[in-house]
């Protein structure tokens, strides 16, 4: 979708908007980071995301790669710098067909810094010499296709701007009669370079309405976070500094906590005044950190990290082939962007109902490059180590880790892309730690919930008019010998279905091959019922494959082949079994009751403290950022 449109729709509504710009990182380690925080800050709701081109085009490839996974695996909505630097019009071309291919809609036009060792800008051959060049080419050869945002300068452009009060004024003219021959051939947005003047801003704004242009002006913003940075930053774009500024950060400038607490405070001063002036939203310049410009948009008001803001309760792709998919298989809760890559070839995604789920292939382990590997680096190893240990005597060791994941003193487990849980897992929390106590190796999971208002804090999506429910959900690792005493117990309740398989195929269930069950749903005015979350038995089979390999590509990777950690690992994929059990009753029942032992049939339970009510939903998660 274009950001122009989410721009528009969001001042329609009255609400403030903001958005996150990036840079590629040097190294792969920097990438994988990166990618860790952008799905952090993607929580937050951003109406775009922006990654930039590089200087001298230096990072082109890593770019678009970046670009790619941030629209279709981040799930957020991407605009990629393009600059003329070093591109003449073959590679331009290429780059905006990759960028219709990945589903990408949204380009900012920049002419671009001149390559490295060069003082002056000069357009290759085939290319272009400035970013009006290069909107009018991509109009003219991909229509109305791309949303195309420019740079606006409140200051004038760097290389003008001089000491001469009127050669300043002069420049400043240009550049706004410029801006404006820049949106006539088909800009849609303007982003600004920094400021610390907002009155700058401002009359910035004024002076671009008064010429007749009319799109969105965006300040960019870029909290200081360290003093050598903002100086060198101030001094390349020749940004005016106010002496109150200088002054302050004079006093504290070899502090560096001071410093950033200084530049948040700033920021959500300047912010305040910038939103006060009817301005409708702000980009910020992170620097691929995260605690500044978050700091400041809390401060604002505009995130809320207690509050939930889920359309589904799974982030909805950005991708306009799967803008409108709408239901998922529940077992790849913890790893969306390997489900998102295994069905990426789909020619069609379900919406309302999960259908025929045989009818559409999973892309094998093979084809996905994208999965989260927690000792894909010596760095990530020994971190993972730490976590899951240096070596292993035998499967209790094994068993501590998962209890220390279920009691939140550990961040991360090899089955999930993100560390800790998510904020309804607080109430079955207690109840996790007891099944890894008693050797059920737990990777997923989901409360019951019976009619919570759709805005609730912990479990509700989809809006603020509606009711959601789920029913009560658990998926771990058992050996058979445990899984033959579990087995008669669920068997005893008809209420709970299940389903057992191991790393050879061998089944162990109660649940027709077909069978499709709902065990997450919304209530909405005028809507159909909403079915996001299924389990789904073919699903499952295909979900068990990668769920044993991660065993012994993340996990055993840690150890030597042969060594007696490995055979640890490797024996638990030989012969352990992954079972999914879901509780039906989603009012009565205690699916946590059965799973440990302490329920008879004859038992009836009449109130469950795991479902939704307004006192079990006060006990906070321990960890709860994602998912178990």
Not at 368 to 389: L, N
Request: negative net charge; glycine residues 8%; hydrophobic residues 35%.
């Amino acid at each position: 979708m274009k950001v122009v449109d989410k721009m528009n729709t969001a001042q329609k509504a009255g609400e403030t908007f903001f958005s996150f710009e990036f840079f590629p990182p040097r190294t792969e380690e920097g990438v994988e980071n990166l990618f860790d925080r952008m799905d952090r800050m993607a929580t937050h709701d951003p109406t775009f995301c922006d990654i930039t081109w590089g200087a001298g085009g230096t990072t082109a490839d890593l770019t678009l790669e970046i670009a790619g996974k941030m629209q279709n695996m981040v799930c957020v909505e991407t605009m990629m710098h393009l600059t003329c630097t070093n591109m003449p019009q073959d590679r331009l071309r290429d780059a905006l067909d990759k960028l219709k291919e990945i589903g990408i809609q949204n380009i900012l036009a920049l002419r671009g810094d001149p390559p490295k060792g060069q003082e002056n800008f000069e357009a290759v051959e085939g290319g272009f010499a400035c970013a009006l060049d290069l909107v009018k080419y991509i109009r003219s050869n991909y229509g109305d296709y791309f949303g195309i945002t420019v740079a606006g300068y409140p200051e004038a452009h760097p290389e003008v701007i001089s000491d001469d009060p009127k050669a300043m004024e002069e420049a400043y003219q240009n550049d706004l009669q410029y801006l404006k021959k820049k949106v006539e051939a088909g800009a849609q947005v303007i982003i600004t370079q920094l400021f610390y003047d907002v009155e700058k801003f401002i009359k910035f704004t004024k002076d671009c309405r008064a010429l007749g242009i009319e799109c969105p002006i965006i300040p960019g913003v870029m909290p200081i976070m360290t003093y050598g940075g903002f100086k060198r930053m101030t001094g390349f774009c020749k940004t005016h500094v106010p002496k109150d500024i200088e002054k302050a950060l004079e006093g504290i400038k070899d502090n560096d906590e001071a410093v950033k607490a200084f530049g948040i405070d700033l920021g959500t001063r300047m912010c305040k005044r910038i939103l006060e002036s009817g301005t409708p939203g702000l980009h910020m310049y992170t620097l691929n950190t995260e605690r500044s410009s978050v700091a400041i948009l809390e401060n604002l008001g505009l995130i809320n990290k207690t509050q939930l803001n889920r359309s589904l309760p799974w982030r909805q792709p950005t991708n306009e082939r799967r803008k409108a998919e709408q239901v998922r298989p529940i077992f790849w809760a913890n790893r969306p962007k390997s489900y998102i890559n295994r069905t990426s070839d789909w020619d069609k995604y379900p919406q309302g109902r999960w259908g025929n789920a045989k009818s559409p292939a999973y892309g094998t382990l093979s084809d996905y490059q994208f999965m989260r590997r927690h000792t894909s680096s010596s760095k990530r190893a020994e971190k993972a180590k730490q976590c899951w240990g240096a070596s292993l005597s035998k499967v209790d060791d094994v068993g501590k880790v998962f209890v220390k994941y279920a009691k939140g003193d550990l961040g991360m487990l090899p089955w999930s892309e993100m560390e800790g849980f998510h904020r309804e897992t607080g109430s079955i929390q207690d109840q996790l730690q007891q099944l890894n106590l008693q050797g059920y190796f737990t990777i997923n999971s989901q409360p019951q919930v019976n009619g919570a208002p759709s805005s609730d804090a912990k479990v509700g999506w989809g809006g603020t008019d509606g009711y959601v429910y789920q029913k009560a959900y658990v998926e771990f690792f058992v050996s058979p010998e445990k899984l033959d005493g579990l087995e008669q117990r669920l068997q005893q309740q008809p209420s709970i279905t299940y389903m057992a398989i191991n790393s050879k195929g061998k089944v162990r269930s109660n649940v027709g091959q077909s069978s499709v069950n709902a065990v997450t749903w919304g209530v909405f005015p005028g809507k159909e019922v909403v079915q996001p979350t299924v389990v789904d038995p073919h699903s499952f089979s295909v979900w068990k494959d990668e769920a044993f390999q991660v065993w012994t590509e993340d996990w055993g990777n840690l150890y030597e082949k042969g060594s007696r950690s490995y055979k640890i690992i490797q024996d638990i994929v030989d012969h352990w079994y992954l079972v999914s059990v879901v509780e039906n009753d989603y009012v009565h029942g205690d699916l946590f009751k059965v799973l440990l032992g302490n329920v008879s049939p004859d038992d009836k339970v009449e109130e469950v403290a795991a479902a939704w009510n307004p006192a079990s939903q006060q006990q906070e998660p321990k960890a709860a950022t994602a998912s178990q």
